[in-house]
């Protein structure tokens, strides 16, 4: 399904080199201490693979930033991007295009329940920003409850509202936030030994933290579906059908971010689909048009809706719906559809990925779980199998994180492009990758982890 490059790619240094040169002397790159950092020259890019100056080619395991999912370079959408661009390049949000109404029709159709109206952000911080700022509106209370282990974007409200280490140095503790703890079973704050027993326990816990936080005080949960950057955790059956129900007896508004889950990553359109849960106000952003044209959103329920009906929402953007955004969004929907994308996801994912790394966790005793669904998996990486202790410390640097480091080094050795984050590494290919691509990939994770295996004890 997956396009391989259509001529092998030809090394030019010096035009990589140039490029580097560039690079360095003028770009501020994000999460980043600029001197210290070397960011490699890419080339070219097509399908599930992309390639730097000096010829060497990778397997993408990390689809950009978890957004190509249907790979780099798909004919259909680069075309619609350049008849798009010839028929109306851009044009002010406040009118009907067609590329907009068409993109909110599409997303409508598949988003679940009533979330049938859309707005349209530049990508997905910004959609939590103004998911929030709907429910706040919507219910008059001023706090967001989120779970410690997210992440939603690096805007000031959604970095707030994120739990891991990247919200520490924007942390104004004045951002109406309050975090609590999510299932996650491997590494259990409630002491639990089934998976029964972490829902139950969770659920007591959040309930506990509105309680006493004040019910009327709370607009919104926040959660992902499944956090991706985190450690993609899929919750316990029940669990998120738990916080609906508490979010219903409370009068709070439900918040999902499908930012990365959405749009086939878990084998179906949205992860909310896989237990049936309907939230007030979804985000979107990366795979709902495979991160071609920078695109988020919201979608509304009619309840929040109805809210703005006589009552003007005090929010927009300038590129709320590009045209060249929305346009790339309906050819890769409809790609999707036509290229049956979202069952390859599932079919592939639980045939291929999760026997082949639960393969790799028999051999590799540096991996300490294996998680996932669909095309989106993670190995958690273990110095001890038996304590868990992590391979590398929460939120480790410099020398302490070596062991990752030297486990990253050693895929891209073998022609691998790993998601490395804390002592994890993600597995999350395009969404339409290939059989004999992910086993490709599976391999090159093989020989890596055993250069993670080196550390264990």
């Not at 030809?10 to 360095?24: C, H, L, T």
């Not at 509202?161 to 004045?174: C, E, L, M, Q, V």
């Not at 998976?195 to 019910?215: D, M, N, S, V, Y």
Request: with cysteine; hydrophobic share 45%.
């Amino acid at each position: 399904m997956t396009p391989q490059p259509s001529q092998p790619p030809q090394p030019n240094p010096s035009a990589g080199a140039a490029v580097k040169a560039a690079d360095r002397a003028h770009v501020f790159h994000s999460w980043s201490a600029q001197d210290l950092i070397d960011p490699p020259a890419v080339a070219g890019a097509e399908g599930s693979y992309f390639w730097d100056y000096d010829g060497r080619r990778y397997l993408d395991f990390a689809s950009g930033l978890v957004f190509t999912n249907i790979g780099y370079q798909h004919p259909k959408v680069v075309a619609a991007i350049q008849e798009q661009a010839a028929t109306m390049a851009t044009f002010a949000p406040a009118f009907a295009i067609e590329a907009r109404s068409e993109a909110a029709r599409l997303i409508a159709e598949r988003t679940p329940g009533d979330l049938d109206k859309i707005f349209f952000t530049n990508g997905g911080a910004d959609a939590v920003e103004h998911a929030v700022r709907m429910a706040r509106l919507h219910t008059g209370r001023p706090k967001v409850l989120s779970a410690y282990r997210s992440y939603h974007g690096g805007t000031q409200q959604a970095v707030n509202i994120t739990g891991d280490p990247r919200r520490w140095a924007s942390d104004s503790g004045s951002a109406g936030v309050v975090h609590f703890w999510a299932p996650y079973l491997y590494r259990s704050r409630f002491y639990a030994e089934t998976e029964e027993q972490e829902c139950a326990r969770a659920l007591e816990h959040l309930e506990t933290t509105i309680a006493f936080e004040g019910p009327s005080t709370v607009a919104a949960v926040v959660l992902e579906t499944i956090p991706g950057t985190a450690g993609i955790m899929v919750p316990p059956p029940g669990y998120l059908a738990g916080v609906r129900e508490l979010c219903d007896k409370y009068g709070i508004v439900f918040v999902l971010d499908e930012v990365m889950a959405g749009f086939g990553r878990t084998g179906e359109w949205f992860a909310a689909d896989l237990s049936g849960v309907v939230p007030d106000l979804m985000t979107f952003a990366k795979g709902v048009n495979s991160g071609y044209v920078p695109l988020g959103g919201v979608a509304i329920s009619g309840a929040i809706a109805e809210t703005f009906g006589k009552r003007a929402y005090p929010g927009g953007l300038t590129y709320s719906g590009h045209p060249l955004a929305c346009a790339a969004a309906v050819a890769t929907i409809n790609v999707m559809a036509e290229e049956g994308v979202v069952e390859n996801a599932a079919r592939l994912g639980a045939e291929v990925v999760e026997p082949g790394l639960r393969a790799l966790a028999e051999r590799h005793p540096s991996v300490g779980e294996v998680r996932g669904v669909g095309m989106f998996w993670a190995l958690e990486l273990v110095r001890n199998r038996e304590t868990r202790e992590p391979l590398v410390p929460y939120n480790a640097a410099g020398e302490a994180n070596a062991p990752m480091a030297a486990f990253a080094a050693a895929a891209k050795a073998h022609g691998l492009w790993p998601f490395v984050n804390m002592n994890r590494t993600h597995v999350v290919p395009p969404c339409n990758a290939t059989e004999a691509e992910l086993k490709e990939g599976l391999a090159a994770l093989d020989a890596a982890l055993s250069v993670a295996d080196e550390h264990t004890v």
